[in-house]
């Protein structure tokens, strides 16, 4: 294993590019570190939830008096209880199309139907298990592209949240299960199929997968004397201050959100999930209400589109890709949740980070009778490079190209147009496929054996464009004995967003970063941010800082400029305080905003002069071992490299590159939530594998190289999602290097690849 | 009927005692009788390692370990490992130096799973790190590191 | 879960009477890491669990005979002491290879011989391994003990045919120093898994034939079976490319599999064919 910089970072000397431990690392190694988990409040109830068994049908019944009766309830509600204090109970970030509990109709097997609060959370859990419904069962839609023209629609209309404008011409539209449908058109693709020397199309699959953090969703309401607080595993605490406001119609300073550590998000902890739940509960009980969920009921929470794609390409007599057109269905499960944007976003980027003129591509997010899906750690970027990084490699075989030569040949460039029109800009597409090439000794002929064991490499290559428009404000607080508090609104998940803001700020404020508090995410304390999420918060975020510590620097001087100090004097600023207080008082407070450019996509072309803040790229290359009699495989080296503009901390970026590519690596090859009639069926760690040690690849190499974003805060961009984009399409192609078949769908498997080797009648099956 | 009994052992080197009810397991009771938080139920089957506790000198899964028979025992969380409040345990040292975890919610599981293993096994190869944790999930995926801070305890603990 | 009766006999006959009745939400528990998670799920609601761990002292040590014909097992031993015992490495390497990829180190550190035994989950690394080493279960029970072929208490899925009142005391293992044995985990999701299938396999070779093979397939199954014709076919045979396909496909023949989240039966059945034959030759060929 091994993990290096490819550059040494080009930063100043100093806070910035510096690999400290992360700031709470001591907290976290002696199990004292703070999770909503570990809290709990005087006078809590503890609540359960009775989940739907049927994944489609109207509630004809529902038997709450058993559970009334056990000892120690304290209330069992359902959805008319809700609307006792909440009247119109339905939420969504895109849509408000979700209940906070069933209202007369199930639309996902596990869906929330009634909760029981007790004292003690065996009680409720007890009680909870004596509800029982009846039902009136419809006939469900489990299939994204069956669902697209099906008659069995899952909501009867559609719904549009008023904060994205330009969901608002679906709203009333009635009798379908599309929630969005995007569109790009770029150049004339009909004529330039029609002049190709060659088209390709093929057809792809990816299944839902869930992001498991091992701290399963938990959320704690404590409503009481007119305001309420949240205690909230949450990824976006100022949404959800937002979200829950406009609900019951408070302003937003009566809602409070607190948000400590999180065991884990990656995507899932974003947006309303238990939150409005539990204020609703802890509204009628009067009381702090908790809800802490299995990780067997996290799968009922929210998923990673499963998706199906296809995608065409011309190709000139030279080898130039001239037109792509791609359809994409986004399975978004019975909640939109994000996948609207999901859907958009990813519809961006959907033909590839090629060089080409014509492209076309429809994107649907679609309704269906499954758990919700939203985002996951590449908000839907590493299901599209699923398709086009395996249609490139299909097309580079088949005109017998070199794979990287192929690649090369169409690869977008800065300066060039990429599809949305947006003018690519500090984007290393072209250095990380390189650097790939170079880590996978690409020039060296590899020995593929000839008996039992086949060897075979890939490579893929795969970026993505940034949730935007979006804001981030972050404040400096300077104490007045020359001590430093950071309040900002970015959640620390793992990722290390702590430790990167303090670097950012003591670089510009020139203090030691180790020796700055991060405030952690209060509403009634920290201001806003729009959320965790998409590997926004470094630039978002870490721009914000380093703003608000400019402006605290400039009101230093200003102060210093009032108590008539020399400019060039270096007396600190505590020394500024007390000569102006008198004692050791005051504060110097220093704000900084920023939000980036953003321009809207035409509707009808989804062209936009500024389409995105930056690009997110990531590349893959596999070698991988395949025993043909059984299809049992290995990845025996599986190489990561992505463009981050430039390196805050490195070597805390570096285990956020590799930990993305080894989640990717879990839903390329083992991670599957397998439905049957619309029952999920292997929800629980027995039965849905995530890595663990013995599946780590035995060669891994992670990289980055950087391209200096301009606009970033010391040249960074984001990252925590470049290396889930083409881990599996590296994968996959290495596969096809090894026996010559092809697989569409993920996850790849043993089992799938034995099918293949048996369709394609490669010989040494046994010796039949 | 014995629905509910009083146990006695000894916590991170202390005598003390609980009355805990026959279904609450060893992970509920440090949580809910003595504010440890550090063991923490996850995936509830025993599978991630999130809920380890050492009972008698042996790593066990809290979430599977009925509180009722802790009587007698010798219990250790990751809480009683660090010898002072300015000071680490060597493995809670190589932990923060190879960077091994990124939101710590697995972390003490594999710290006291460590130090287990290097109890048995003062210098385990790869192989051996990677048998011995594999039952210990991290969603952060943090993996390379923690084999190279088992590597470093290791070297640590041999005074290296 | 909810409260339950939790009761700690010392003695066999207060166990029995603690036993006492037919009530199937009674039972004997071992070291509970099986039982809890039936009991988290609410498959399974206790009234009372009765258990075993203070008769440790009668029921919790490995002895191997003076003649070294047998090894016994008692009941409440756990995994984690089978791993670590001289004895059983010396004479049962196969356990010991076996306990690598058993479950995880905590769980091994709990569950105990009996419980394994009793629980009857197909997917148990163990209860195979025990078959093909033709081990022997001594069950005690108010009406007198009695010994009968591990092989001979599963029934099916998580069903075995113990009474309700019986307890498991000892596992009795014959040795053999001519014997060779492994067993093969096969799994087809993460590299830690439960099996899709469980292959163990024990012979004797004599003059390049093999020798009252026993073979037995887990997890594919709906409990650990042996592949008695298959057995048949193999004594006395060599060990050729030629004798290895013929036995797989007897395997496959007999070997009743169903499809289920780890693999089609199709696959099992040929994951099958071609993992017994690489077992049966790697006894072949080992010293």
């Known amino acids: 294993m091994a993990s290096q910089t490819l550059t040494t970072p080009a930063m100043p000397a100093g806070q910035v590019g510096r690999s400290i431990p992360r700031l709470e690392a001591a907290a976290k190694v002696t199990g004292r570190a703070e999770y909503v988990h570990n809290m709990s409040l005087p006078g809590m109830l503890h609540g359960k939830i009775f989940r739907s068994v049927i994944p489609h049908g109207k509630i004809k019944h529902l038997d709450l008096d058993a559970a009334r009766a056990v000892e120690g309830v304290f209330l069992v509600a359902a959805i008319d209880d809700i609307r006792k204090v909440i009247a119109h109970p339905y939420y969504g970030p895109a849509f408000h199309d979700q209940p906070i509990l069933a209202d007369g109709k199930v639309r996902y097997a596990g869906e929330p139907v009634a909760v029981v609060l007790a004292d003690e959370a065996h009680i409720a859990e007890e009680a909870a298990g004596l509800i029982s419904a009846e039902y009136e069962e419809l006939p469900g839609v489990y299939d994204e592209v069956e669902a697209h023209g099906a008659q069995v629609f899952v909501h009867d209309e559609l719904k549009p949240a008023a904060t994205f404008p330009d969901l608002a011409h679906l709203l009333g539209r009635r009798d379908t299960n599309v929630a969005l449908d995007f569109q790009l058109r770029r150049g004339d693709a009909d004529a330039a199929f029609a002049a190709a020397e060659h088209v390709f199309e093929h057809h792809f699959r ?119 057109s791609c359809e994409v269905w986004w399975n978004g499960g019975a909640y939109a949740d994000i996948g609207p944007r999901v859907t958009q976003k990813a519809g961006f980027t959907a033909a590839g980070p090629y060089d080409i003129d014509n492209v076309e591509l429809n994107s649907y997010a679609v309704y269906t ?117 950071l309040y900002i609104g970015t959640v620390d998940m793992g990722q290390g967003s702590d430790t990167c803001m303090a670097q950012i700020a003591a670089e510009v404020l020139n203090l030691d970063a180790e020796s700055i508090k991060v405030i952690h995410p209060d509403t009634d304390v920290t201001p806003y941010d729009m959320g965790t999420l998409g590997s926004r918060s470094t630039f978002h975020m870490g721009t914000a800082v380093r703003l608000a510590a400019l402006d605290a620097n400039q009101k230093i001087a200003a102060l210093a400029e009032e108590l008539g100090v020399p400019p060039n004097s270096n007396l600190p600023f505590s020394e500024l305080l007390r000569r102006k207080y008198r004692m050791q008082a005051g504060n110097i407070i220093g704000i900084g905003s920023f939000i980036p450019g953003y321009d809207k996509p035409d509707q009808e072309t989804g062209q936009s002069a500024n389409v995105t803040p930056f690009w997110g790229v990531g590349g893959s290359g596999a070698e991988v071992e395949i025993d043909i009699e059984t299809g049992e495989f290995k990845v025996t080296k599986l190489v990561n490299v992505a463009d981050v503009g430039a390196a805050i901390n490195p070597k805390l970026l570096a285990a956020q590159l590799s930990g993305a590519a080894i989640m990717q690596l879990g839903f390329t090859t083992s991670e599957n939530m397998l439905y049957r009639d619309g029952q999920l069926t292997n929800g629980s760690f027995a039965d849905y594998k995530i890595p663990c040690l013995l599946d780590m690849p035995a060669v891994f190499i992670n990289e980055f190289v950087e391209s200096r974003q301009h606009d970033g805060p010391f040249g960074a961009k984001g990252a925590g999602e470049s290396t889930t984009i083409a881990v599996s399409p590296a994968i996959g192609n290495a596969i096809a290097d090894a026996i010559g078949v092809r697989l569409m769908d993920l996850p790849l498997t043993a089992e799938a690849i034995h099918g293949a080797i048996l369709a394609a009648g490669i010989g040494g099956d046994d010796e039949h | 009927m014995s629905t509910e009994r009083t146990v006695r052992f000894s ?68 809480e009683g490992l660090a010898p002072a409040d300015d000071r680490l345990d060597p493995v809670q040292e190589a932990f923060i130096e190879a960077g091994a975890f990124q939101c710590g919610f697995c972390t003490p599981g594999f710290i006291l799973m460590t130090k287990h293993l290097l109890a048995e096994n003062r210098a385990p190869s790869d192989d051996d790190i990677r048998h011995y944790l594999t039952g210990n999930l991290c969603r952060c995926s943090a993996y390379p590191e923690i084999v190279a801070a088992v590597k470093l305890a290791a070297t640590k603990q041999r005074g290296g | ?147 009968v072929p591990a092989e001979d208490i599963f029934e099916g899925y998580y069903e075995t045919n113990l009474r309700h009142d019986d307890i498991i005391r000892e596992i009795r293992v014959p040795l053999n120093a001519s014997q060779r044995a492994s067993y093969v985990k096969i799994t087809t999701r993460s590299a830690h898994d439960w099996p899709a299938l469980g292959i163990a396999v024990r012979l004797e070779m004599k003059d390049g034939l093999a020798h009252h093979p026993r073979i037995v397939l887990s997890a594919a199954t709906n409990k650990p079976t042996r592949l008695v014709r298959t057995e048949a076919l193999a004594h006395g045979q060599p060990i050729t490319p030629a004798s290895l396909r013929e036995l797989g496909e007897a395997a496959v023949s007999e070997a009743d599999i169903a499809s289920d989240s780890r693999g089609s039966a199709d696959y099992k059945k040929h994951l099958l064919r071609v993992h017994l034959g690489r077992a049966l030759h790697a006894l072949a060929l080992e010293e």
């Open chain 1, 206 to 324: 990816t299944q839902p997968t869930m992001h498991t953090p091992l701290e399963p969703f938990v959320s704690i309401a404590d409503a009481s004397g007119g305001s309420l607080t949240l205690h909230t595993a949450s990824q976006n605490p100022s949404f959800v201050r937002i979200e829950i406001a406009r609900l019951l119609g408070w302003p937003e300073n009566r809602v409070r959100v607190k948000v400590p550590y999180l065991g884990g998000g990656f995507g899932g902890k974003l947006y309303i999930k238990l939150e409005a739940l539990v204020t609703a509960l802890s509204l009628i009980a009067r009381r702090p209400v908790k809800i802490s969920l299995t990780m067997q009921e996290q799968f009922f929470m929210v998923m990673r589109h499963a998706a199906t794609i296809r995608i065409k390409s011309g190709v000139d007599k030279s080898g130039r890709i001239t037109a792509r």
């Open chain 3, 1 to 147: 879960m909810r409260p339950f009766d939790l009761v700690e006999p010392a003695t066999l006959e207060e166990a029995f009477h603690l036993l006492e009745g037919d009530d199937p939400a009674v039972r004997p528990i071992g070291g509970g890491t099986a039982l809890m998670l039936m009991m988290k799920e609410q498959v399974f609601r206790p009234v009372r669990l009765v258990s075993l761990r203070h008769l440790a002292p009668q029921f919790g040590a490995i002895s191997i005979d003076a003649d070294h014909r047998m090894i016994r097992f008692g009941a409440t031993t756990s995994f984690s002491e089978l791993e670590h015992s001289a004895v059983v490495a010396r004479h049962l390497p196969v356990v010991v290879r076996t306990m690598r990829t058993l479950a995880n180190v905590r769980v091994r550190n709990v569950a105990t011989l009996g419980g394994n035994l009793a629980h009857a989950d197909p997917h148990l690394d163990l209860p195979p391994v025990w078959i093909a080493l033709g081990a022997q279960i001594v069950i005690e029970n108010p009406a007198g003990p009695r010994i």
């Open chain 1, 369 to 485: 009778n499954r758990t919700p899906a939203g985002a996951l750690r590449g908000f839907g970027a590493p299901q599209t490079c699923w398709a086009y990084e395996t249609h490139t490699d299909m097309i580079a075989a088949k005109l017998g190209i070199d794979q990287l030569a192929f690649r090369r040949m169409n690869l977008l460039h800065d300066g060039r147009p990429q599809a949305t029109g947006t003018i690519l800009r500090d984007a290393a597409i072209d250095k990380v496929l390189d650097r790939v090439a170079e880590r996978m000794n690409w020039g060296t002929p590899l020995e593929r054996g000839t008996g039992r064991i086949r060897r075979g490499r890939g490579i893929a290559i795969g970026f993505k464009g940034i949730t935007a428009p979006t804001t981030s404000v972050a404040m400096i607080n300077l104490y007045a004995d020359g001590s430093c508090g």
């Open chain 2, 11 to 78: 916590l991170n080197g202390r005598a003390v005692k609980a009355h805990v009810a026959s279904h609450e397991s060893l992970v509920q009771v440090l949580r809910d009788r003595f504010d440890l938080f550090g063991s923490r139920e996850s995936c509830g089957q025993g599978l991630c390692g999130c809920c380890t506790v050492i009972v008698d000198g042996k790593p066990v899964s809290g979430c599977l370990y009925l509180a009722s028979f802790l009587d007698g025992t010798s219990v250790q969380t990751i």
